[in-house]
Nanobody, 126 residues
Framework: VQLQASGGGLVQAGGSLRLACTASGPTFSDYPMGWFRQVPGKEREFVAAISWAGKTIYYADAVNGRFTISRDNAKNTMYLQMDSLKPEDTAVYYC????????????????????WGQGTLVTVSS
């Protein structure tokens, strides 16, 4: 599966952005999906993950209550609504797809994912 992330940009602190991750192929609903982010010089970190039909969701503590992950399987697209943005949210955001049968807390680990998008840059100014 090929993933294309979009929606990044420059926003002031307190503002909002919505990222989208569009997948190629007819079987998008077969993949649990996740969002990660990376600041240059730092490890890529988990942001959020969503199960096949969206019934189970995990968030990183740093974004819980501010970000909302969702998916529309009919459109082969996953979203990340980011509200109350902070300068520390500045990063390149990546979407990823997991091939497997068990959606557990291991979805917080980037090593669990099989396919990655190219990333979209989010910059939050103070």
């Amino acid at each position: 599966v090929q993933l294309q992330a979009s929606g990044g940009g420059l926003v002031q602190a307190g503002g909002s952005l919505r990222l989208a991750c569009t997948a190629s192929g007819p079987t998008f609903s077969d993949y649990p999906m996740g969002w990660f982010r990376q600041v240059p010089g730092k490890e890529r970190e988990f942001v959020a993950a969503i199960s096949w039909a969206g019934k189970t969701i995990y968030y990183a503590d740093a974004v819980n209550g501010r970000f909302t992950i969702s998916r529309d399987n009919a459109k082969n697209t996953m979203y990340l609504q980011m509200d109350s943005l902070k300068p520390e949210d500045t990063a390149v955001y990546y979407c990823a797809a997991f091939v497997g049968n068990h959606f557990t807390a291991t979805m917080r680990q980037q090593s669990s994912y099989n396919y990655w998008g190219q990333g979209t840059l989010v910059t939050v100014s103070s």
